[in-house]
């Protein structure tokens, strides 16, 4: 056992898992500010952010075990969350609400929960980052085999998380649909997208880096920090 509380064989997994959140989020990111065609970037930009948002979540859950309990959660309790990243996302935050008092900066850490709760954006990105996780990721290769399709393409899907957001900015609905003016919206919506995932990205972190998910979670904090590409 180390003195951080994690057992000396399993350290060098933490310290992988960590790092894999940390740059699978920052490429996401990375590839979404110079998105520009669905079909080669949607199929990236999925795999990093919804790649990193589940292991981030799961970090999350199981730092809090580990600070809640000794132990970390069980390869049967990590299961049973599947890629389900909505549901992960929502005890994560639960936990966030319940141990604000907690952080060492409880009052920033309020304004942040407040700030993700009234996003506009938010709640379908992470619906549509879970949907892919759920059942997109094999979409092409089940059709060449004939298989049924209860999820649309990652390319469908990215193309209806912008349209579903349009209900928030309508003025850019015209603009998608016009070939003269549809880049320049990709770009615009792509930002706000961009700038909602880090906002939500800095609540979970700083949730790390103020002690609510315990003092293991702190020392990996620096880590994990956003970076807006």
């Not at 966030?96 to 900066?105: G, H, M, N, P």
């Amino acid at each position: 056992m180390t003195s951080s509380g994690i057992p000396l064989d399993k350290l060098g997994a933490l310290v992988d898992e960590v790092d894999a959140a940390a740059s699978l989020l920052r490429h996401g990111l990375a590839v979404l500010k110079s998105y520009r065609f669905a079909a080669r970037d949607a199929y990236a930009v999925f795999v990093c952010l919804a790649g990193g948002a589940e292991k981030l979540l799961k970090l999350s859950a199981g730092m809090n075990s580990l600070h809640e309990t000794g132990v970390w959660p069980s390869k049967a309790t990590m299961q049973g969350w599947s890629h389900d990243i909505v549901g992960m996302e929502r005890h994560v935050r639960a936990v966030i609400v319940a141990q604000q008092d907690r952080s060492t900066v409880p009052g920033y850490m309020a304004e942040l929960l407040d700030a993700v709760d009234a996003d506009p954006y938010i709640d379908s990105i992470l619906e549509t980052l879970g949907t892919y996780a759920r059942g997109g990721r094999f979409f092409n290769l089940d059709h060449l085999a004939s298989a049924s399709q209860p999820y649309p393409s990652p390319r469908e899907l990215w193309e209806g998380l912008h349209h579903k957001l349009t209900t928030v900015r309508p003025e850019l609905l015209a603009k998608l649909s016009s070939a003269s003016t549809s880049d320049a919206a990709r770009a615009e919506m792509n930002g706000h997208i961009i700038e909602s995932f880090v906002g939500w990205q800095e609540l979970i972190t700083r949730a790390w880096r103020t002690k609510v998910f315990g003092d293991e979670a702190k020392r990996w904090a620096s880590q994990l920090a956003p970076a807006a590409p």
